[in-house]
């Protein structure tokens, strides 16, 4: 019947419909109304389903449920029954339902089956039809979608295949039917069909659309033919669109097979209907070009033709299309349209276009993408020129010279009917854009107006706005991505407000500020037919919004809304939930990238009044789950309309299920965005009900969440059911193995599926069954990301890329790829052809590798982004850069971490010329000036880069002009990241480049030893980079005056978000201009500014900084903030949506107002409050903290006051995170008692990547916490240093390493001794290793050569730290030829290690491999003449920047070679060569190489030096070196007041002049010496930043000093310069009446015979001082008197940290005078009251002072005569300052009892870690009290009972005590009446401490026996062990002996026997 009724329709017309659409209505309407007409029910045919009558069409409609519930049920046949039921309702008579009436609704049980071929058709054809009637039955149901769901769903790809239309509407109810193998079971027949196709090696159909052309291409049926060949010759030539290419052609090849007559059916085509467009596109390399050339020149005979496109992207096809388009032109003159897409036009092709463009009556000329030749643009553009019946010109993504612009200008003035012009991407300079906008003014007619992205500035705004008025009949103005800026867009804003028409506003990206907002207002409430506005990404903020949101309540048309990324946070809720209620016709809303927080609950109650909405985005606004329930009821209330929701970065979490339930009564939605919501894994069940109920979705993102395997298995189950899905990105979800088949199962069903996302998640060898299930897809992307997936699975993904032929996308960066499976991977990127993307970043790879990505960059023509860096690649380099010299379209490269040296420069400078290069990232290689000189040199002809990086390359001064010249070339320059080098000076010169570019956004200079000199050109730079955003100044040397300079030239700009000013020797001077530039850049987000001395300064920034109310990240580390300034700070963060908060180095026990504060926000992912003395009193309030900050990602508590107790509440909150990457508690005394909860927070937090715990005293708690870590697959830094690890916790380690990927490691300070083999045997197991300390870890050669495998095989290893363990030469040769095949390495220390001189010549040869090694320590081996070999290898290292050859003993022979080697080393900053044997001639040589470098510290201490030799040659490098530490020490000179004279006012100090009363000399002390250091002793070491030592030196030089100091003083107070700088001067046995005193924080006096009359004179000095923290008067001869001068100076200072005035004779009398002193002190740390006669009645007066502290640490009150008397109360001193660290009592006069008492206080001293009661009256009975205070001390490391009466019985109970002490090093138990038989429990003590290094035990009775014990446990036991004494203790001379000879290989041990 079906064939009867094609035949006919044919014969009668002589053509069929083109559509298949109206071919089955022709079908169903001819059969009907020839049996309606029978029954003359209807006069004429029915030719379409309107025509139908009402009644009728109702029938239909039953006919259509009935099939939409069949299709439902997975049935593709009518019954009988069914057909029965409706068919009387049409009235027809009972023969209808007979097979000659409507026999196309039968089912096969009544069909008489001729042959299986009829069969096989008419069941195809049925169940088209029926598809059709489903089709229509939806169609019908919605009719307000029924436009929006067919226009979205299916014809936005550009075309109108119908049957792909019906396809998807069916599958809306029935996602599988198109499968063929349920069309096998419910078409008899087809089966066979298939058969044969398969036979014939065809593709097996997968989806209806292909089952249908197969079957139609495999028969013989002319009927069908004819319907095939004329429906997809209609899809590429009708009106429509013609664009996807490819597929159809080889359709077309295939169809060739069974009809050779395509003259013919393009002929009848063209015959039929006409064809209108004409596309030329790239021919297939299978199409015979005579059969294109007949297809082209029979379509150009229809006159009709009136658009042609031209749409080839390479030179293939170009003949044929060149001659075809001239024919195109010669035979028809009616083209009216021409399109170029993507085009390179060549000059044949322009002069063809031009030749008919000059006499045609175009009206449409659209050039997008295009590349034209030489002169060929202007060719073109001036022959449109003579055209003067255009009505549409639109040009994109090409630059548009001035030449160029003066001809379209000229057409545009030409042409009065122009409606619509559009500039899109087109570089329009400012005078180029002036032209265009000048013609506009001639022309009336324009309605649409488009200038995007094209950097139009405000200063052509007010032409801009005069061609908008003279257009008043405007409708659509785009002016998107601009630079209009506040007076720009106040102008363009009047001129809109004074016309009606507009329709469309577009203003992205034009930085308009809230000053614009009243304008922009009065534009929207004059334009009340506004339908669309756009004002995303400006600065509009909060009271800008809220002008605009008004504006928009007095209109009533708007569909669309725009305002992301303005800086809106809740105060502009209001206004747009008023907005929103005033315009009921929304469509869309972006909110996305605000702050709206908790106020979308006002907006989301708004939107519940609409039913309109499709597109809601409410991404990045730090929306809680608080706005959860109101989302999700407007979301409800929009379920019908809505198809996009973008609801990424908020944090819901749990209350996503709320949103997620509403979302599942949508069933349209084509996009869903939950990414990064932290959406836990219950909530998947009601995610895949979504994607159950939504059969149209094609986008789903569920990334950053926590939905783990589990959930994502059961999302997946539900994907697999779709078959649009086109990008899934399921990144950073937990993902494993595990789920790896449901994966696999959703790509197989979705064949569409072009984006694939699987970042930062668990694959590994799952990831094979992923890759086999992409064999069948065709992704257009591929990402997987930081999935360590190992080799084993680059095979199948290497087949799976190559079966993707349409990639361009692939990126697999961050996995254990080697060079095995990258040769895989790259041989299958040979065969894509069209990638333009491939970042194969961080993998394994090496040299071997190179050459098959060589090849894949070769074959990539198209190749525009490419990510290489940190890889292992060195000379395959060169290969890759060959291959590279063809990649003509590269526009970004990344090669960063790949040891790239100055060598390469000119292969790689080769291989970007000529590039259109726009991002170049070289970060972390070693090109080095020569390097990036050749390089800058010759990329001189590339002008398109908008990012330059050359980070960390050791470049210096001498790179600036090459720098300079890359910056001037590249105008467009954006980024320019230059940190971590030493161009110092050489900054000037990239300054001064950077004035004559006017578009930098970020620019980073950090690190770089820049001086305060080249702040006037930096700041000049700034000036004409108005729009920067990112200023980046870290560790400079700026200091005050540079950084003012610069901040006056920021408050020029307001688009700053980032400013980092840290390391800079800032101070408070700077303040006020640091708060003009915050107050000009409100939007700030990230403020650095730790690691100055700002000080009180702090307070005005802070409350500048709180209307700062964008702000992020707020810096303030180590800057000396003042007590009182935390409210303000604390101010800011509960003002402010922080992130990142830095307060380490500062609280100093003010943190409770900060704690406070951060419980109070929700936002930190980032707080570090470091080394901040934290105490118990916060630990709650913290706790709290933390709970409330759920999102927080990184939290540093180092070095603060906890106990473990208190820390355990801070660990319980820490429990209820998920979301924690980094935690650090180092040195916080950390006990196993807190290892169950630990490892509670470790599980709970699995994303875990950095783990800080060194320093602690975990002990064996390490077992459960190295337990717990087995769930942090993603840790890469795990810190255990100082844990004293028992061996059980080492096994556990090293199970753990062994299949771990830690890249940095720490276990410096355990004894690893025994266990050592395993753990470095696990280590050598591993691949991933970037650094590993094993300093004083007691290493020997056993474990040498496993190490040796350790460092083989982590090929990327950077640092390697030894230092200070037992290996001896085997050990390190084996070591070492390991390293030496490393190329990596930046940092290696072996200092102690008995390096001899055999080894030289291998450490040469690591120097030689490791050309970026940084910091080299040799020091304390014994290498002698060898090192020559050494010194000479470092010549070839020139990023040398530490070097320390101490103690090396070297001689004079290596002086002339370590000289060349300084002179050729330019970053050398610190040279340590003490201890050795040079002579001055040696280091005359040495200190002149240093003319050449900027040498910061030299260190030439203990050598033969003569001293004037000396001094001159320090003077003779004065006018070039920049010294800021010279140690001298130990060289025992005698220096001449000249001597001292010319050196301290020498070039040696930044250029200090001879005059001695200049203020310059002030400014010798507080910043140009920094260090000047002429003595050996290291003890004073308070972080100072200024010192100068002149400790023991001759009398006259104390003179000379004197008179100096005392004329500074004089003209510093008389100028008022000093100003506080001065931070600190020590002197011993100087005069004390030196004025300046006045102005220390620190003074040294110890040892000086100060007597009554000198304390009168210091008193007098020190009552002028309120800034002292520090002073020592030790060992003087005050007596009373001269102390109570000194106590009444001090009772007005109340800055005192530490007071030491032990040994001074003062008596108890003065106690009252020194409690005034304590109670004006409250922040005391350290008082030192030895040997002062104080007795019992002094303790006593001093204790109550001595309560009222909290901040005591040491407490010192040895040698006072204190008896049991005072025993309560300096108990209770030491119960109320518990954080005490050392007791000292000694020789004093307590018994036993008193020591009970004063121990019940000790016990609860969490920190204690030296007591000391020697020489008192302890017996026996106080042991137990003891033994109570040792095992609550778990940090006790020095315990000294000496000279006491103990006995055995009370020593063994101290002693199994201690065996429950880990740290202890030093005990001293000699002198107490101990036998031998505590020697079982002593051993045991030494086998428990590892780190016991002195036991003095003399002076006993243990006897010969005992003592040969001790000794054989020392030495199997406890190799850490420095001195022992066991003298006086009855030993036999026989014994003795023994002894020693036991002892005799403990080299480092000093035995007093």
Request: proline fraction near 1%.
């Amino acid at each position: 019947m079906i064939m009867g009724v094609l035949v006919q329709l044919y014969n009668e017309t002589d053509e069929l419909p083109q559509e298949p659409l109206k071919l089955v209505q022709n079908i169903l309407c001819h059969i009907i109304s020839r049996y309606v007409q029978k029954d003359e029910i209807l006069p004429t045919a029915i030719t379409s389903l309107q025509d139908f009558p009402r009644v009728y069409k109702d029938h239909l409609m039953d006919l259509s449920k009935i099939a939409f519930e069949y299709l439902k049920n997975d049935k593709v046949v009518f019954t009988d029954a069914d057909i029965k039921s409706v068919i009387p309702n049409f009235g027809l008579p009972t023969y209808v339902c007979s097979i000659q009436g409507l026999g196309f609704l039968k089912s096969t049980e009544s069909v008489q089956i001729e042959n299986e071929e009829t069969i096989v058709y008419y069941n195809f054809v049925h169940s088209y039809i029926q598809t059709f009637l489903a089709a229509h039955y939806v169609y019908c149901q919605d009719a307000s979608a029924q436009f929006q769901l067919l226009r979205n769903t299916f014809f936005h790809e550009g075309y109108t295949d119908v049957w792909i239309v019906f396809e998807n509407l069916s599958r809306s109810v029935m996602s599988n039917l198109f499968h063929y193998s349920l069309y096998c079971n419910a078409c008899p027949g087809l089966e066979s069909v298939l058969q044969k196709i398969i036979a014939q090696n065809l593709d097996v159909p997968q989806s209806f659309s292909e089952l249908t052309k197969t079957c139609i291409t495999n028969t013989c049926c002319n009927s069908f033919q004819i319907f095939a060949f004329r429906t997809i010759e209609n899809k590429f030539y009708n009106t429509q669109c013609l664009r996807n290419t490819t597929e159809e052609l080889a359709l077309m090849n295939k169809l060739t097979l069974f009809n050779s007559s395509w003259n013919k059916i393009y002929l009848s085509l063209c015959q039929t209907d006409g064809c209108q467009m004409l596309e030329f596109f790239v021919l297939d390399k299978n199409m015979q070009e005579n059969v294109y050339s007949t297809i082209v020149l029979t379509l150009c005979q229809d006159r009709r033709l009136s658009v042609m496109i031209l749409n080839t992207s390479s030179m293939l096809g170009y003949r044929a299309v060149t001659q075809q388009m001239r024919s195109a032109f010669d035979m028809n003159s009616c083209i009216t349209n021409i399109i170029l897409r993507d085009c390179l036009v060549n000059d044949e092709i322009a002069r063809v276009m031009s030749s008919y463009i000059e006499t045609s009556k175009l009206r449409q000329v659209i050039f997008m993408g295009c590349t034209f030749s030489n002169g060929t643009c202007k060719m073109v553009f001036d022959s449109l020129s003579h055209v003067t019946s255009l009505e549409m010109l639109s040009i994109g993504d090409m630059s548009v010279s001035i030449d160029v612009a003066l001809s379209i200008a000229s057409t545009i003035m030409r042409n009065n009917k122009l409606f619509m012009l559009e500039f899109l991407t087109c570089d329009l300079k400012h005078e180029t854009a002036l032209n265009i906008i000048t013609a506009l003014k001639s022309v009336s007619t324009i309605k649409t107006l488009a200038f995007s992205d094209n950097d139009i500035s405000e200063d052509i705004a007010d032409d801009l706005a005069v061609a908008i008025l003279v257009n008043h009949n405007l409708q659509r103005l785009r002016l998107s991505n601009n630079k209009l800026l506040q007076s720009g867009g106040a102008i363009v804003a009047s001129a809109v407000s004074q016309i009606c028409t507009l329709v469309e506003l577009n203003l992205n990206y034009n930085n308009l500020s809230e000053k614009v907002a009243d304008e922009l207002a009065m534009a929207i409430k004059c334009n009340k037919l506004l339908e669309i506005l756009y004002l995303s990404n400006n600065k509009l903020k909060t009271s800008g919004m809220v002008k605009v949101a008004q504006s928009l309540s007095s209109i009533s048309n708007l569909k669309r809304l725009n305002i992301q990324s303005n800086g809106i946070n809740e105060g502009a809720a209001d206004a747009l939930a008023n907005a929103i209620l005033s315009n009921s016709k929304l469509e869309e809303l972006y909110l996305g990238f605000n702050n709206l927080a908790t106020s979308i609950l006002k907006i989301a109650r708004a939107l519940q009044s609409l039913s309109t909405l499709k597109v809601l985005d409410v991404n990045n606004n730090n929306a809680t789950g608080k706005v959860a329930s109101e989302l999700a009821a407007a979301i409800y209330n929009n379920r019908l309309e809505l198809q996009q929701v973008w609801l990424a970065y908020n944090q819901f979490k749990s209350g996503a299920s709320v949103i997620v339930e509403a979302l599942r009564k949508s069933s349209i939605l084509l996009e869903i965005n939950l990414t990064g919501n932290w959406i836990p894994e219950d909530v998947a069940e009601s995610i895949a009900a979504i994607i159950d109920r939504n059969h149209f979705l094609e986008d789903v993102r569920l990334s950053c969440n926590r939905l783990m395997t589990g959930g994502i298995i059961r999302i997946a189950q539900s994907l697999s059911r779709l078959s649009t899905l086109k990008l899934l990105n399921m990144a950073d979800n937990k993902i494993d193995d595990g789920a790896a088949d449901a994966i696999a199962a959703v790509i197989l069903s979705n064949k569409k599926l072009k984006e694939l996302s699987l970042n930062d998640n668990l694959f590994q060898t799952g990831a094979t069954t992923i890759a086999k299930a992409l064999r069948t897809s065709s992704l257009t992307s591929l990402y997987f990301n930081s999935n360590r997936l190992p080799d084993s699975v680059a095979e199948e993904l290497a087949s799976a890329v190559s079966r993707n032929s349409t990639l361009n996308s692939v990126s697999i960066m961050n996995n254990c790829f080697k060079s095995s499976g990258m040769i895989a991977i790259a041989e299958a990127i040979r065969n894509l052809t069209h990638i333009t993307f491939l970042n194969v970043f961080n993998n394994h790879f090496a040299d071997e590798a190179a050459e098959s990505l060589s090849l894949a960059i070769l074959h990539s023509k198209g190749l525009q982004e490419l990510y290489i860096g940190d890889n292992y690649l060195c000379k395959g380099t060169v290969s890759i850069l060959k291959a590279l010299e063809v990649a003509t379209k590269l526009k970004k490269l990344n090669m960063r971490d790949n040891s790239l040296s100055e060598q390469l420069a000119e292969d790689l400078a080769v291989a970007l010329s000529n590039k259109p290069l726009e991002l170049l990232d070289m970060e972390n290689n070693s090109l080095k000036a020569r390097g990036v000189t050749l390089f800058a040199k010759s990329l001189s002809n590339v002008s398109t880069l908008k990012m330059i990086s050359f980070q960390n390359n050791h470049i210096t001064e001498g790179a600036a002009d090459g720098i300079a010249s890359l910056i001037l070339s590249n105008s467009g320059l954006t980024e320019l990241y230059l940190a971590k080098n030493k161009l110092r000076v050489g900054a000037l010169k990239i300054a001064s480049a950077l004035k004559h570019i006017s578009s930098l956004k970020i620019l980073d200079l950090s690190d770089n030893d820049i001086p305060s000199v080249v702040a006037d050109e930096l700041a000049s730079a700034i000036v004409s980079n108005s729009c920067l955003e990112q200023l980046r100044l870290r560790g400079n040397l700026l200091k005050s005056s540079g950084i003012q300079v610069i901040a006056r030239s920021l408050t020029n700009i307001s688009t700053l978000k980032t400013l980092n000013f840290r390391n800079n020797g800032i101070t408070e001077a700077v303040v006020d201009d640091i708060v003009s530039v915050l107050s000009s850049n409100k939007e700030i987000e990230h403020l650095y500014l730790g690691n100055n001395m700002l000080q009180s300064g702090i307070v005005k920034i802070a409350v500048t900084l709180k209307d700062c109310t964008s702000l992020k990240t707020m810096d303030f580390d180590n800057n000396n903030v003042p007590r009182g300034i935390s409210e303000e700070i604390a101010a800011v963060i509960c003002k402010t949506s922080l992130e990142s908060l830095y307060l380490m180095y500062n609280l100093h026990f003010c943190v409770r107002p900060i704690v406070q504060s951060i419980s109070q926000v929700s936002t930190l992912t980032y707080i570090d409050l470091n080394d901040n003395y934290m105490t118990g009193t916060v630990a709650n309030q913290l706790a709290t903290a933390v709970s409330a900050n759920n999102s927080l990602e990184t939290f540093r508590l180092r070095n603060n006051c906890f106990s473990t107790l208190e820390m355990l509440a801070i660990l319980r909150s820490l429990c209820n995170l998920t979301s924690l990457k980094c935690l650090n508690l180092g040195g916080n005394n950390l006990d196993a008692r807190v290892a169950d909860v630990l490892s509670s927070v470790l599980m709970s937090n699995s994303s875990l990547q950095e783990l800080y715990l060194g320093n602690n005293i975990l002990q064996e708690g390490v077992v459960k916490v190295v337990a717990a870590l087995n769930q942090s697959p993603f840790l890469s830094t795990l810190d255990l240093s100082n844990n004293s690890m028992p061996e059980k916790a080492i096994e556990e380690l090293s199970a753990f390493i062994h299949s771990s990927k830690l890249e940095q490691l720490y276990l410096e300070y355990n004894n690893l001794h025994v266990s050592a083999d395993i753990i470095i045997t696990a280590l050598s197991k591993i691949s991933t290793l970037k650094s590993l300390y094993l300093n004083d870890c007691n290493l020997t050669d056993v474990v040498a050569s496993r190490l040796s495998d350790c460092v083989a095989n982590n090929h990327s290893l950077q640092e390697l730290q030894l230092k200070n363990n037992h290996f001896k030469v085997n050990g390190i040769m084996t070591i070492l030829e390991s390293l030496s095949k490393v190329s990596k390495l930046k940092l290696f220390n072996i200092r102690n290690n008995h390096v001899s001189k055999e080894a030289a010549g291998t450490l040469a040869t690591v120097v030689l491999k490791n050309i970026t090694l940084e910091q080299v320590y040799l020091g304390d081996n014994k290498m002698g003449k060898a090192v020559i070999s050494l010194v000479s290898a470092l010549k070839h290292s020139a990023t040398i920047a530490f070097l320390n050859l101490a103690n090396m003993g070297m001689t004079e022979d290596v002086a002339d070679e370590l000289a060349a080697t300084i002179g050729t080393s330019p970053l050398l900053e610190e040279l340590y060569l003490p201890g050795n044997k040079l002579l001055s001639t040696s280091l005359t040589k040495v200190i002149n190489a240093c003319k050449n470098i900027r040498l910061k510290l030299l260190d030439i201490r203990s050598n033969s030096v003569d001293p004037a030799q000396l001094a001159n040659t320090l003077l003779g490098i004065n006018r070039v070196c920049s010294l800021e530490a010279l140690y001298l020490g130990g060289l025992t000179l005698s220096i001449e007041e000249s001597l001292c004279s010319n050196l301290l006012h020498s070039p040696l100090f930044n250029g200090v002049v001879e005059d001695l009363h200049d203020s310059v000399f002030v400014e010798l002390l507080s910043s140009a010496v920094q260090k000047l250091n002429f003595c050996n002793s290291t003890k004073h070491n308070y972080n100072a930043n200024y010192v100068l030592s002149f400790n023991y030196m001759d009398h006259s030089f104390y003179d000379w000093a004197l008179v100096q100091f005392e004329n500074m003083h004089t003209f510093a107070i008389n100028q008022k310069s000093l100003k506080g700088k001065l931070s600190q001067l020590n002197f011993s046995n100087v005069v004390i009446s030196l004025p300046i005193i006045k102005q220390l924080t620190a003074l040294d006096l110890e040892q000086c015979n100060i007597d009554e009359q000198a304390a009168f004179e210091l008193a007098a000095a020190l009552s002028c001082n309120v800034a002292l923290k520090h002073l020592w008067l030790k060992n003087n001869r005050l007596n009373a008197a001269g102390a109570l001068f000194i106590l009444n100076s001090l009772e007005h200072i109340s800055t005192l940290k530490v007071l030491d005035l032990s040994y001074n004779n003062i008596g108890y009398q003065l106690a009252n005078s020194m409690a005034a002193v304590i109670d004006k002190n409250c922040e005391l740390e350290q008082l030192w009251l030895d040997g002062n006669s104080l007795l019992s009645k002094g303790v006593v007066q001093l204790a109550h002072s001595l309560k009222c502290l909290t901040t005591l640490r040491v407490l010192s009150l040895c040698d006072n005569g204190i008896t049991d008397e005072a025993a309560d109360e300096l108990s209770s001193v030491l119960a109320n300052n518990t954080h005490l660290e050392d007791v000292l009592l000694s020789s004093n006069q307590f018994q036993s009892e008193g020591v009970c008492r004063i121990a019940q206080s000790l016990t609860k001293l969490f920190r204690l870690r030296k007591l000391d009661l020697f020489n008192n009256r302890i017996n026996k009975c106080a042991a137990g009290s003891l033994a109570d205070v040792i095992c609550n001390s778990c940090a006790l490391q020095e315990l000294c009972l000496s000279n006491n009466m103990l006995e055995t019985i009370g020593t063994i109970e101290v002693l199994k005590a201690l065996q429950s002490n880990c740290k202890l090093q030093v005990l001293t138990l000699s002198n107490n009446n101990i036998s031998g038989e505590v020697v079982n429990d002593l051993v045991d003590v030494l086998v428990s401490n590892k780190m016991f290094c002195v036991l003095l035990i003399g002076g006993n009775y243990l006897q010969s026996i005992a003592a040969v014990k001790i000794a054989e446990a020392v030495k199997n036991y406890n190799t850490a062990m420095r001195l022992l004494a066991l003298c006086d203790n009855m030993i036999s001379e026989q014994a003795k002996d023994e002894i020693k000879a036991v002892l005799l290989t403990s080299t480092h041990l000093q035995l007093v026997v």
